[in-house]
């Protein structure tokens, strides 16, 4: 729903003193599409209790005084005001002319008095009059002077404005009454000579008679609480037999018979509440047991007890019950003045309680009225909020549809109106004492996120200085103009509950309200500024470190000096390693808050070195390295009882060639390191193991000798392989004679090993004889003989010094 405000009906109208509330209380009338309503006493005649006319279009443009429409010392009684489909009728007082009956077609041309029934300042009525709506006239009570006061009529013209029956011939009054339409037949009822009795009229005089005298002779059957059910009229009245009855009637004699009883708790109409539901009359009486439903189709036999209300539930005279779309509802009051809505289907199981999900207070419940389908209702609270609530007699089709304006605690909508489809609800706020304003279906009006109640923590020692407090708004059109009766900078005194009241109005002109009742409490602890994170401190004592906790600086909003503790106390003894300290501070609200760090007493005192060495130097022992070894330090620190040793190599490992460093750090239980570094050097520095080969004769035919050339030489190393070379190099021409050669084998290390051996190359013109005869020979028998020859001549050839073979 969106919330429009019309006008504000105090802004001129109203003397001070609290809010009109005429509109709640008073009848509107709707003409032209316009809607006609009283607000409180005009300012010029408060003496008076005048009350000023108004209208509205439904803008807030069209809604204005209608003043203006009257003559100037013109009082209308407001409960008068009716219309047909023409005009207004209403009864109004003039010095000049007394109480008579005004019509208006809303210009000030077309309002007049419509007959002056007794000439002169006496009036024609002697009580604001009760008009009551028949087509395009009014029928009312009235007097002439001559006769009393009887059953007249009007349709808005002096001519047409006539008495209907003298139903009490004389000067004696009849005073008709309880006007009601059912079916065709409009009832009432009058004094004639037999007593009040129940009378029906058609608007002439002949068709205006009495019903049926329900009480024989001249007293008073006192028919009342007229309601219509199709053509059926029920009533309640006495017969002088049984008291307070239920009747029914048709309009006729015969038709008009009693139904049930009702027994004493009828006597006062404020506790009988009586509607059609369908066919079938429901009726509420309170009386001495409390409150009961029933139902009746019209016969003694039918009439039937539906529920019986909660021994402490009451009713409330100004509040009825009300039938919308197939269920009725009413209200009724607890023990603890709360207000519950019930509903009914006319059915015991069908009558029961809608479970509304209201805010915290006392609340009750106004203005009860069919819409849209629906039974439409205000909810006031009693710390001044007002909200519109719905329902279709489902707890799933009961909501609550938008927030009125509200703040004053002293005035709750009493009543809705219906126009152009829409609401009308007067209702007073912390800005308007009385303003009316317009609620039309809308998908997206402005809406506060309103909780009923929050806290607000404090930020001074009084309590909380508003800032930033207004709730989110939701929906609506930019820009918004929001207001609040505590804007920032006022000061929410401490643990105090104050309704605070919000109001925000978008481009469109559509209001969102919000009250919340606002606390302020010291919620939050007192701050510590500059709280550490860690600290570290150093030792030379195996028991640890006497700690003092660092000055840090402690506030409070409220409290001027918070009570700081200690966990472990200030002055203790920490341990060696990691201590989590708490410095909690408690203000006088008893809010605490803690300052929470960690002390690392570390020991300050180095271990000794675990190097006793500083070089390891070993021979390779093949490709991979050596395994290296040297002694360790096995001391202990002297604050730590535990020290952790950790090496980057072990002794005992195998180290590859070269140099490799080997990282031994020495950790005491405190975390306090000393570091110190072995070389570890492996070298290969022993020469390959190399064998020469024996000393060895080349023979040759050529006169000039032959070129070098040797059997192996071997070298055997334990780390890599050796290059072997001789000297003079293979290849190398040797004339005839003795030669040394020299054979050299360097492994990769630059290790170098030499030996020699002895050659000879003697001069054999027959060494190459085989090859020659081969070279001329075929191969028959004779060239075998050659061949052994020359294979003789070789092995010669290939003999040691010493006259063994070679190998």
Known sequence: MSVRLLTDLTQET???????????????????????????????????????????????????????????NLVIDESSLRATSHRLFFTATDASTGRELWTSDGTPAGTHLVRELQPGPDSAFDSPGALFVSGDAVLFTASDGVSGF??????????????????????????????????????????GPEGRELWRTDGTEAGTRRVRDLREGTGDASPRAFTAVGSTLFFVADDGLRGPALWKSDGTQAGTAFVTDLGPSAASPSRLRLAALGDTLLFLVEGPDGVALWRTNGTEAGSLPVKALPGAMTLDSSRGLVAVGGRAYFSARGANFNDALWVTDGTTEGTRTLPLDFPQGRVSLDALTEWDGALAFTVAVDNGVRELWRTDGTGAGTSRLTRLPS????????????FQGSLVVASADAWTRLGLWRLDRDDAPPTFVCPASEDVPSNSPQGTLARDLRPPLVGGQPPFTVRSTHPDGTLLPLYQPIPIHYQAEDAEGRVASCAITTTSRDVSGPTFQGCPTELTLDTWSARGLTFHYPSVAVTDETSPQPLISYSPENGSVLPLGDTVVTMTAKDSAGNASTCTFTVTVRDALAPSSACKVSEVRVEAEGPEGAHAFWPEDTSTDGTSSQVTVTRTHASGDLFPLGLTRVQVTRTDAAGTRSTCEIQVKVRDSRPPLLTCPSDLTLKTAVVSGTRADYPPATAKDAVSAADISYSPAVGTPLAPGVHAVQVTAIDAAGNAALCDFHL??????????RKGLGCSVGSGPSTAGWGAVLLLAWTWSRRRKDGTPRA
């Open 14 to 72: 109203v003397q001070p003193g609290g809010p009109g509330s005429h509109f709640d209380s008073g009848p509107t009338a709707t003409l032209n599409g316009r809607l006609f309503f009283f607000t409180g006493p005009r300012a010029e005649a408060p003496a008076r209790s005048a009350p000023e006319l108004w209208v509205t279009d439904g803008t807030r443009a069209g809604t204005r005084s209608a003043q203006d429409l009257l003559p100037a």
């Open 150 to 191: 009887e059953l007249w009529k009007s349709d808005g013209t002096e001519a047409g404005t006539v008495r209907v029956k003298d139903v009490l011939p004389g000067t004696g009054s009849s005073r008709p009454g309880e006007l009601t339409r059912a079916g065709d037949t409009v009832y009432f009822s009058a004094t």
């Open 407 to 418: 703040g004053d605690p002293g005035f709750a909508p009493k009543r809705l109106s219906h």
């Open 760 to 769: 000879t190359v003697e001069y054999d013109p027959t060494s190459d004889m």
